[in-house]
């Protein structure tokens, strides 16, 4: 059996939820794996420009605390780090991790860098195909920041097999991360298909953190999670044939049901049969769950097909300037005096001219599920006493405008309806990012241990 657990599903999860992971893969010995899944395709744009603005940063923000309280443990048990925590920047990201080793008494640590996924200035990417999931989408002017494909686990393996103690990947696909401790513990083959189709289940099931095992699930009355401040992330039991067991430390809170893995089996699922990943087609239709104990659900039944011709390609985009403001009305009449503060900013960028898209919501009055035309609200909207906050958006290729429109809203104070107060603002540049298709052939992951040959 091989252990692999979840330190974190997104940038920005809960830095002390793989100490409880790591304590309990270490306690059942024989070493293991954790797996840190913060990359998403916003967040690597912005490491882009974060990177652009400094050559030592865009890698995850929360690195070292995310490592820091977890790596001599991780070390000491022989436990498997694989992060896509590396971004942009992948070599910085393990010049941090070696610095941070060398803080905590560890020594040099084998530290192997992923490549391959970085594909600006390789590739003309007008001559590629859109991918069918953002079809619909409107094309881009903005500058290319940057390119990067999914690679598959091959690299990690690669790497986790010559000795590598921790793997820093860039753009990956999601699922590699589990899969390639697990082709580097058991020598799967990678034509073996079923195997690689497990092994991509056991990483699309971790690769959210706590979604599995209680997290964006608890709806009080009706799907109770207990203990939702000290939710468990998973832990993947797998054995060599593939069939496995979602589970979480014990102690922790949480819980990992028929329900919650249902739930997480089927998110961002396209077609269950053919579920796209570099390095295998996942077919979902023949998976079999069983609750075999408490936060204890066998998987059973993936199959595999040969892998996509193309790979998916992440292009990100300098897109336009966003703004934001806020302002709050409470109080009798509460909810006509915010209707009359966004007539009042509507009339104001038309009297100033100013060349920009808007949208106003009233936070209290079904804003989330509004459309951007704004015709549900008139059928939702309660009246009478309330406390309700409007939020103002504006986007614009112009900076000038998009700040005089947010300026607009700041003049509310005195301009606009009575007991206005609260306001907020900010003003920022947006990235955009679309997904084409690239030839395989275009791309070529490998590995390097930090240090060597730099």
Same mark, same amino acid.
Request: glycine share 12%; charged share 20%.
């Given at each position: 059996?091989?252990?692999?657990?979840?330190?974190?599903?997104?940038?920005?999860?809960?830095?002390?939820?793989?100490? !409880?992971?790591?304590?309990?893969?270490?306690?059942?010995?024989?070493?293991?794996?954790?797996?840190?899944?913060?990359?998403?395709?916003?967040?690597?744009?912005?490491?882009?420009?974060? %990177?652009?603005?400094?050559?030592?940063?865009?890698?995850?923000?929360?690195?070292?605390?995310? +490592?820091?309280?977890?790596?001599?443990?991780?070390?000491?048990?022989?436990?498997?780090?694989?992060?896509?925590?590396?971004? *942009?920047?992948?070599?910085?990201? $393990?010049?941090?991790?070696?610095?941070?080793?060398?803080?905590?008494?560890?020594?040099?640590?084998?530290? *192997?860098?992923?490549?391959?996924? /970085?594909?600006?200035?390789?590739?003309?990417?007008?001559?590629?195909?859109?991918?069918?999931?953002?079809?619909?989408?409107?094309?881009?002017?903005?500058?290319?920041?940057?390119?990067? *494909?999914?690679?598959?686990?091959?690299?990690?393996?690669?790497?986790?097999?010559?000795?590598?103690?921790?793997?820093?990947?860039?753009?990956?696909?999601?699922?590699?991360?589990?899969?390639?401790? +697990?082709?580097?513990?058991?020598?799967?083959?990678?034509?073996?298909?079923?195997?690689?189709?497990?092994?991509?289940?056991?990483?699309?099931?971790?690769? &959210?953190?706590?979604?599995?095992?209680?997290?964006?699930? $608890?709806?009080?009355?009706?799907? /109770?999670?207990?203990?939702?401040?000290?939710?468990?992330?998973?832990?993947?039991?797998?054995?060599?044939?593939?069939?496995?067991?979602?589970? %979480?430390? *014990?102690?922790?809170?949480?819980?990992?049901?028929?329900?919650?893995?249902?739930?997480?089996?089927?998110?961002?699922?396209?077609?269950?049969?053919?579920?796209?990943?570099? /390095?295998?087609?996942?077919?979902?239709?023949?998976?079999?769950?069983?609750?075999?104990?408490?936060?204890?659900?066998?998987?059973?039944?993936?199959?595999?097909?040969?892998?996509?011709?193309?790979?998916?390609?992440?292009?990100?985009?300098?897109?336009?300037?966003?703004?934001?403001?806020?302002?709050?009305?409470?109080?009798?009449?509460?909810?006509?005096?915010?209707?009359?503060?966004?007539?009042?900013?509507?009339?104001?960028?038309?009297?100033?001219?100013?060349?920009?898209?808007?949208?106003? /919501?009233?936070?209290?009055?079904?804003?989330?599920?509004?459309?951007?035309?704004?015709?549900?609200?008139?059928?939702?909207?309660?009246?009478?006493?309330?406390?309700?906050?409007?939020?103002?958006?504006?986007?614009?290729?112009?900076?000038?405008?998009?700040? &005089?429109?947010?300026?607009?809203?700041?003049?509310?104070? &005195? &301009?606009?309806?009575?007991?206005?107060?609260?306001?907020?603002? !900010?003003?920022?540049?947006?990235?955009?990012?679309?997904?084409?298709?690239?030839?395989?052939?275009?791309?070529?992951?490998?590995?390097?241990?930090?240090?060597?040959?730099?």
């Amino acid at each position: 059996m091989y252990r692999i657990g979840s330190g974190a599903g997104f940038s920005g999860d809960r830095v002390d939820a793989p100490q !409880s992971v790591v304590k309990a893969i270490a306690a059942a010995g024989n070493g293991g794996a954790i797996i840190f899944e913060t990359l998403g395709e916003r967040t690597l744009a912005l490491g882009q420009i974060a %990177k652009r603005h400094d050559p030592d940063k865009g890698y995850e923000p929360l690195l070292e605390e995310l +490592l820091e309280p977890i790596l001599s443990q991780c070390i000491s048990a022989s436990i498997v780090v694989v992060g896509n925590f590396g971004a *942009a920047n992948p070599t910085a990201a $393990a010049t941090v991790i070696q610095a941070l080793a060398a803080r905590l008494g560890l020594g040099a640590l084998r530290v *192997a860098v992923v490549s391959g996924d /970085d594909l600006l200035g390789k590739i003309d990417i007008t001559q590629t195909e859109r991918w069918e999931g953002d079809g619909r989408l409107p094309d881009v002017d903005g500058d290319v920041i940057a390119i990067n *494909a999914y690679i598959g686990a091959v690299a990690i393996a690669d790497a986790i097999q010559a000795g590598a103690q921790i793997v820093v990947t860039g753009r990956v696909a999601d699922p590699a991360l589990a899969l390639g401790p +697990l082709v580097a513990h058991f020598g799967w083959a990678w034509d073996d298909l079923d195997r690689m189709a497990s092994g991509t289940l056991v990483g699309h099931l971790l690769e &959210c953190g706590s979604q599995v095992s209680g997290g964006f699930f $608890a709806d009080p009355g009706f799907n /109770d999670v207990p203990d939702t401040a000290n939710i468990g992330f998973p832990i993947a039991e797998v054995e060599s044939d593939g069939t496995f067991v979602i589970t %979480k430390a *014990a102690g922790t809170g949480g819980l990992v049901d028929l329900r919650t893995v249902k739930e997480q089996l089927l998110y961002e699922i396209h077609d269950p049969a053919a579920y796209l990943t570099p /390095d295998v087609t996942l077919d979902l239709t023949e998976v079999e769950l069983e609750q075999i104990g408490p936060d204890r659900v066998r998987v059973t039944g993936a199959r595999g097909h040969a892998a996509p011709a193309k790979l998916k390609a992440t292009v990100s985009y300098y897109g336009d300037w966003l703004g934001e403001a806020e302002i709050s009305y409470a109080g009798p009449n509460a909810l006509a005096r915010a209707r009359l503060a966004i007539t009042t900013i509507a009339e104001r960028i038309r009297r100033r001219g100013l060349s920009l898209r808007h949208r106003a /919501d009233i936070v209290g009055s079904v804003s989330v599920f509004d459309s951007d035309d704004g015709k549900l609200r008139a059928e939702f909207e309660a009246t009478g006493p309330g406390d309700f906050r409007v939020r103002f958006a504006f986007g614009s290729l112009s900076q000038a405008d998009v700040a &005089c429109a947010v300026q607009e809203v700041n003049a509310l104070y &005195c &301009c606009g309806p009575s007991g206005g107060g609260g306001i907020r603002q !900010s003003l920022k540049p947006r990235v955009r990012t679309l997904s084409q298709l690239v030839p395989r052939s275009l791309v070529n992951a490998d590995y390097q241990f930090a240090g060597e040959g730099q």
